[in-house]
């Protein structure tokens, strides 16, 4: 249990009821802010390159625009931001809480379903115009692929292709040979990633005690 | 009702089989050590000259030797009989969506024990060596290369204390209790002691995994609940063989000490670890050999099956735990294999095995019910009535003391109902019956008193919990399995999901267990396939390798769907007029059609062309395998023609539906068509 004074206690309070946090959950994750923005009050992009194992992961990229879209901070707006604080930090953290699902009744189990997946979509939806284009899903595929040089960018395009038929076959049905797919909407997405469960998959553990985070 | 008769007449057979070596004129002795052969002067063999013999017979056109061919055959009898009553329940469909195979094979096995009684021979016993040896190694193998390692190791730890501190307890409120029955004067079971009793309490606390995967296979329940249960029965393995050696030794001395308990937890560890690490070092020499291979694919299914079953003996020899080891083996080899054999080794190796584990599955149990019929037995009331009750009661006890426990570590939380089905599917089977045969008479004078107990118990948990757990999970509307197959979208955005948690898990700080499967996982891409798989395959992505399987299957399923590939893209009523010149001498048969449904017919089989012919053109664009499609497809053209004139002269005769056609073809999914 360390003694975290630094900063304001009845701020964390109203970061732990907006979020669901809980306050040492919150002072935790303060303490990491602190440490990758290098005790400023702002966090940059450069400022992810301090993380060493993010640079193993293929989607990195996309991550860390994922923490400085404004679609993520539940605030209803659009468009990317420079730099963000600790409470839009630990907005986007609370996307990947664990939730006490069995408490929960089917039409929450549904909000919570499509919150998690409205987060992946944004990541993918980079213009922001509501579907998710072919151009875009190989764009997606190309990064899950991206150690494998040449023959990843053909296959991705091939992937993608066939991943687009397949939301269309499941969620359009019978189309005729001029009619063209436009791209995955939202409830296209939900109704493909249906069977992923995606609301007991989503999640990390947070901490609750300040011993591990060194 | 026929096929009634035919058994009937077939464990005749068995019987008779059996009571031969009385008519067989006595001094005829098998062959086996296969050295000398007496028999007697009147029989001969064809085979055999006799040239110390001067006298002239007339030489002998037809023989009878059936004792050189018997125990064979009595073998490949009991297995045809066993998969005849197997077909022969099918026909009744009623009974077996009420009552689980498990249980209509062990009633049929008594049925035959009966038959072998009355007609006054030995009905075999269910040998201990025979079952460890043969019967379990197929069904351990099959649940273990087809394991579902995902959802098992992600609930490994639950899995471990279920398996675990689960059957401890089991064994040991079971074991207790019962000497605390046993002690009371009206039971009149003195003779018992502790250490006896303990030694009982490990035998019936083991869930055994050939029940619960015939009963569990049948209701489809969701993935984690099969997981959980199935996983505790191949892990309490190791388990039961410490508990069960180390009281065995000790019963006879009569006293363990601190001493011996320590040994016993080390001895724990030294099995399970030392099993696992047995199939570990099997299943990569299994991979590295499955590398070369590349020009004999005929002998590559013995390997999976022999490096398997050698490190099964293996593990057996040091009395390690042979089911983890075989489980190791199975579930460690099964994705290097998979990239290096052909795609024909892949499905004989899945067929064989599901073969075989059912050849053995269905034995066990109707050996199950003959050895009940044959074994010596000693019915105490009072034993047999507390056993059953303490086993259910320790079992629920165990679960929900143990899910309380578990449920504050994880995050998906067991659910009452969870737990209940877990409790409930605890059943006990055959390993529970074998272990107990293996007890000596000399020093377990009990033996007879445990076998009925442990019987009676295997009765009870197969019918009722078996034939019960099928309405209570309707009635509890637990969650069922998802039948939808694997999506190139789900892969997709799973594997997109496990990134992007491992990478917020980065952020955080926090290095669980997402890290260290992705580390895990990294290692593996950089040494371990580089070593394992042939060729080019090592460095493929799993994405592509996933893709490439999902065309590849697509592309079999649409052509063996009745569709016709054409590597042009004409109009397909060319074909159609082709087609029509060579079923000339269907003509008759044709004109039997009206003339709108063949209208039909064509309508739906141009369309379907054209749409498997856009689709086929999508995929093998890009697949690697892209010479090898086309291959298929041209091969396959000419089998299609032929296909299809059978197919419309078929069609003619039965006089089918339009609708009933159009189900039938349009398997395919309809077209994208994808500008570039």
Same mark, same amino acid.
């Given at each position: ?129 509501? #579907? ?38 499941? #969620? ?27 609301? #007991? ?14 | ?115 072998? =009684? ?491 062309? =054209? ?12 697949? =690697? ?52």
């Amino acid at each position: 249990m360390g003694t975290l004074f630094s900063a304001p206690d009845d701020h964390f309070q109203d970061l732990s009821e907006k979020t669901g946090f809980s306050p040492e959950q919150i002072q935790i994750l303060h303490k990491r802010f602190k440490q990758l923005s290098n005790e400023e009050d702002l966090l940059r992009r450069d400022d992810f390159n301090n993380i060493p194992d993010l640079a193993c992961n293929p989607i990195r990229t996309q991550i860390i625009e994922a923490f400085f879209d404004k679609r993520n901070f539940r605030q209803n707006a659009v468009g990317s931001v420079e730099e963000i604080s600790f409470e839009q930090f630990v907005v986007v953290m609370s996307h990947f809480r664990p939730v006490p699902l069995h408490n929960m009744t089917e039409e929450q189990r549904e909000r919570m379903r499509r919150e998690k997946l409205r987060f992946l979509f944004n990541m993918h939806d980079t213009d922001n115009d509501g #579907t998710i284009t072919l151009e875009e899903y190989k764009h997606v595929v190309e990064e899950l692929l991206s150690r494998s040089g040449a023959i990843g960018k053909e296959t991705a395009k091939g992937i993608a292709d066939a991943a687009m038929l397949e939301v269309a076959s499941i #969620t359009v049905g019978r189309m005729n040979p001029e009619d063209f797919y436009e791209g995955i909407t939202f409830d296209h997405f939900l109704k493909i990633l249906k069977d992923i469960e995606i609301e #007991t998959k989503m999640h990390i553990r947070f901490q609750n005690n300040a011993c591990a985070l060194c | 009702m026929c096929r009634w008769q035919w058994d009937v007449g077939l464990v005749m057979l068995i019987v008779m089989s059996n009571a031969l070596p009385a008519c067989d004129g006595g001094t005829a002795a098998v062959a086996l050590n296969g050295t000398q052969r007496q028999w007697n002067g009147t029989e001969r063999t064809p085979f055999q000259h006799d040239h110390a013999n001067n006298s002239k017979k007339t030489f002998p056109v037809l023989g009878f030797n059936y004792d050189h061919v018997r125990t064979h055959f009595q073998i490949s009898l009991w297995i045809l009989l066993a998969f005849l009553m197997k077909l022969g329940l099918q026909l009744i469909p009623r009974l077996s969506c009420i009552v689980p195979e498990s249980c209509l094979l062990i009633v049929v096995g008594l049925f035959v024990g009966l038959v072998i =009684q009355v007609v006054g021979e030995e009905p075999p016993v269910l040998d201990s060596e025979f079952f460890f040896l043969c019967l379990l190694p197929p069904i351990i193998l099959d649940a273990g290369y087809f394991l579902p390692l995902r959802p098992f190791m992600e609930n490994l730890g639950t899995i471990l204390m279920f398996a675990v501190l689960g059957t401890l307890w089991n064994a040991f409120f079971v074991g207790g209790i019962l000497y605390g029955v046993c002690r009371l004067d009206s039971a009149h079971l003195a003779g018992v002691d502790l250490l006896a009793c303990l030694l009982f309490g490990s035998m019936v606390s083991a869930v055994d995994p050939v029940a619960v995967l015939a009963v569990f296979e049948e209701i489809h329940i969701n993935e984690l609940l099969f997981v959980l249960v199935f996983g505790e029965s191949l892990l309490n393995d190791a388990v039961t063989v410490v508990l069960y050696h180390l009281l065995e030794e000790y019963a006879g001395v009569g006293s363990v000490s601190a001493q011996d308990v320590g040994l016993g937890v080390l001895s724990f560890l030294v099995v399970s670890l030392g099993g696992v690490l047995v199939g570990v070092i099997f299943a990569v020499m299994a991979a590295f050999t499955s590398r070369f291979t590349l020009h004999n694919r005929v002998i590559e299914p013995l390997f999976v099956f022999l490096y398997s079953y050698m490190a099964y003996l293996s593990a057996e020899v040091f009395h390690l735990s042979g089911i983890m080891a075989l489980i190791a083996c199975g579930a460690t080899m099964h994705p290097y294999v998979e990239a290096n054999v052909s795609h024909k080794s892949h499905t004989t190796i899945k067929y064989f095995l599901k073969m075989w584990s059912s050849v053995s599955e269905t034995l066990i149990f109707i050996f199950l019910g003959v050895s009940t019929v044959a074994g010596p037995h000693l019915w105490n009331w009072t034993f047999v009535t507390v056993t059953i009750l303490l086993c259910l009661v320790s079992r629920v006890l165990g679960v929900v003391g143990l899910t309380f426990i578990i449920n504050k570590f994880r995050v998906i939380k067991l659910t009452t109902k969870d737990q209940f089905i877990v409790a409930y599917g605890g059943l006990r089977g055959a390993i529970a019956f074998s272990l107990g045969f293996l007890l000596e008479k000399e020093h377990f004078p009990m033996r007879n008193l445990f076998l009925t107990a442990i019987i009676t118990l295997i009765f009870f948990t197969v019918f009722v919990q078996g034939m019960t757990i099928r309405p209570l999970v309707d009635l509890l509307a637990v969650k069922r399995k998802q039948d939808s197959k694997h999506s190139i979208n789900e892969e997709i955005h799973t594997q997109v999901l496990d990134h992007l948690l491992t990478g917020v898990a980065h952020v955080c700080g926090h290095y669980g267990h997402h890290h260290w499967r992705d580390k895990l996982t990294r290692l593996d891409k950089q040494y371990v396939k580089k070593w394992l798989i042939a060729g080019q395959r090592s460095e493929e992505p799993q994405l592509i390798a996933f893709y490439r399987t999902l065309a590849v299957n697509q592309a079999l399923e649409l052509l063996e769907s009745g569709g016709e590939m054409l590597p042009s893209a004409g109009p397909s009523t060319n074909s159609l007029q082709t087609l029509k010149s060579k079923t000339q001498e269907n003509d008759q048969s044709l004109a039997r059609i009206s003339k709108d449904r063949k209208e039909e017919i064509r309508r739906i089989l141009r369309t379907n062309l =054209q749409s498997t012919e856009q689709k086929l053109h999508s995929y093998s664009q890009h697949t =690697q395998d892209e010479a090898w499609t086309l291959r298929v497809l041209h091969r396959k053209q000419a089998e299609m023609g032929r296909k299809m004139s059978i197919f419309l002269a078929d069609a003619a005769k039965l006089q089918v539906s339009p609708v009933q056609h159009r189900s039938r073809l349009a398997s395919a999914p309809q077209i994208y068509n994808s500008r570039p």
